[in-house]
């Protein structure tokens, strides 16, 4: 016996628009919608395997347990109140969607070919006006469940306010004990309750630059790409407020020396490389990458050595451990994600702490007001901007930016964004985007106002562009202006907490992942024994 297939979300009945009349072999004229019937002999099978059922097998998370009034919760309960107006609002948006479902099912048994037989044109239209008022009022329910969600985001956000005030303390427990919030509205409960405000905290980020902890240097660190570094060059450049050169040996391998001569201090990298060997320009002494002299003219040999650094060369960019620790076996991954093409690598020497430059990094609110002639150029300012993340985690994505970002330790940051055309992003996540821009940024601490910045830009599509001549000239142009924007405001930065302001003395939610940067550093610089998310450091490493 065979059956006319029901309306579901897998493509074997269409529906859409037309004006046009058709024959009666499966399409009919009402109401200007047309509809494809499909036959099947398995229907009953058909409604049992449907892969969507599975959407709709959500349990009602039942009514929340009552609060008495004036009752104040500390930030955990708090949450959990929270987490259920999300659970609701799910299950409630579910049913929205499932009632819209059954009123199309029977709008298309009503507009099918074969009814004709059996009703009248009147009972048909008689039935699709009360289709039509239903299928209204559930549109109505589901902009209702929307209002829901919404709320609930927002005082999702209080709530994550209300932590990171709480990952602020010293960890003292009489003040956390202290520390309490009240029971928020809920979006299923009509109750309102007074808050309880709890004292602010804030990030202490002020006075004049500071040597660098020692404990920072126990880190791999990219110093430079590979492709600016040739047999016959050079690259000089400080790193904790040390002068270092690298060159490539007679195997072509890299290393990093002192960049001064041990006979009478002058800067190494004035000189040339020869044969695999750096060449002192005063008096013409060379220096093999491990830091032994091995050429010494017009005098008797002797036995020197310069200071030399661990280096190694891994995808496309040059590593060295600065630190007294043994350095860890094992490099982080800089490379992009599969599908992506290497466009830009740009190195640029800013006058800034490394760690203010990783805090605007690591910022995209500031992208509306600060960016303006350049990529946000156009952008709206969102009513709300929240960085999601994991509990424990260093990174996440901007909401509502399609923006994924990260914090690799020590010093790098990486983000994906979702784009459509220059200067316009597309859809609300990443992953809804078609084409998206990958960048890396690496901060080197050169000294305590100057940092090396190492940035590389990375496209999935429109591989050509590579081959364009002069374009690396253009990127170089946009990545400069767009750094001059924000350069300015940071040096501000830069000079009123030197004086004494406090760069961090009011964070909010959106400065989220900031904040997770600083509260990493604070713990290696205090030598904790056991650094704040540790398992995304030790799983990234």
């Not at 959500?58 to 009034?69: E, L, Q, S, T």
């Not at 309750?193 to 791999?220: H, M, T």
Request: hydrophobic letters at 35%.
């Amino acid at each position: 016996m065979t059956t006319v297939a029901s309306l579901s979300l897998v493509p074997h009945l269409l529906i859409k628009p037309s004006f046009r009349c058709c024959s009666r072999k499966g399409v009919g004229r009402y109401g200007g919608i047309k509809v494809y019937a499909v036959l099947r002999d398995d229907g009953a099978e058909y409604s049992k395997n449907n892969n969507w059922e599975a959407l709709f097998h959500v349990d009602d998370p039942g009514p929340r347990v009552p609060i008495a009034k004036g009752k104040f919760l500390d930030v955990n309960q708090a949450l959990e109140v929270v987490r259920f107006d999300i659970q609701y609002c799910d299950w409630r948006a579910r049913q929205d969607l499932l009632t819209i479902m059954v009123l199309h099912n029977k709008v298309v048994e009503v507009l099918n070919p074969l009814a004709r037989e059996f009703k009248s044109i009147e009972t048909l239209s008689k039935e699709l006006a009360e289709l039509q008022q239903e299928l209204a009022k559930a549109h109505n329910q589901v902009h209702l469940s929307e209002s829901r969600v919404s709320s609930a985001l927002d005082k999702l956000a209080q709530m994550e306010t209300l932590v990171n005030d709480r990952l602020l303390q010293d960890g003292s427990s009489s003040a956390s004990t202290a520390e309490c919030t009240s029971l928020p509205p809920s979006t299923s409960s009509t109750t309102r309750v007074e808050a309880k405000k709890a004292p602010r905290r804030s990030l202490n980020v002020s006075g004049p630059l500071k040597p660098y902890n020692a404990s920072l240097r126990n880190f791999w660190y990219p110093i430079a790409f590979s492709s600016d570094l040739k047999d016959d060059t050079m690259v000089p450049m400080d790193c904790f407020e040390e002068q270092w050169v690298i060159f490539r040996g007679k195997d072509g391998r890299p290393g990093c020396v002192q960049n001064t001569c041990a006979h009478r201090a002058c800067p190494l990298h004035l000189g040339s490389v020869k044969e695999g060997r750096i060449q002192c320009p005063y008096h013409g002494w060379e220096y093999s990458t491990d830091g032994k002299c091995e050429k010494m003219p017009s005098t008797k040999m002797l036995n020197v050595r310069i200071r030399s650094l661990p280096c190694f060369e891994q995808e496309g960019m040059v590593w060295i451990w600065p630190g007294d620790d043994p350095p860890k076996s094992t490099i982080p991954s800089l490379l992009p994600p599969s599908g992506f093409t290497v466009h830009a690598e740009i190195v640029m020497e800013l006058p800034v702490e490394h760690g203010l430059l990783l805090d605007n990094l690591l910022d995209l609110a500031h992208a509306p007001f600060t960016h303006t002639s350049t990529f946000a150029k156009g952008w709206s300012v969102p009513s709300l901007v929240k960085f999601l993340t994991p509990s424990s985690g260093l990174q996440g994505y901007w909401d509502p930016y399609p923006i994924d970002m990260e914090f690799r330790p020590p010093c790098m940051v990486l983000s994906t964004i979702g784009i459509s055309k220059p200067g316009k992003l597309q859809g609300k996540s990443t992953q809804q985007c078609s084409t998206h821009l990958h960048q890396l940024h690496v901060c080197l601490p050169s000294s305590r106002n100057k940092t090396r910045l190492l940035y590389r830009m990375s496209l999935d599509f429109a591989p050509w562009l590579k081959h364009i001549p002069f374009m690396h000239l253009l990127w170089s142009h946009f990545a400069e202006k767009v750094l001059n924007e924000d350069l300015r405001l940071v040096l501000g930065q830069q000079e009123r907490m030197v004086s004494g302001a406090n760069v961090w003395n009011w964070p909010v939610s959106y400065d989220k992942l900031g904040i997770r940067y600083r509260l990493w550093r604070d713990a290696i610089e205090r030598g904790a024994d056991r650094l704040p998310f540790s398992n995304q450091i030790e799983s990234g490493s």
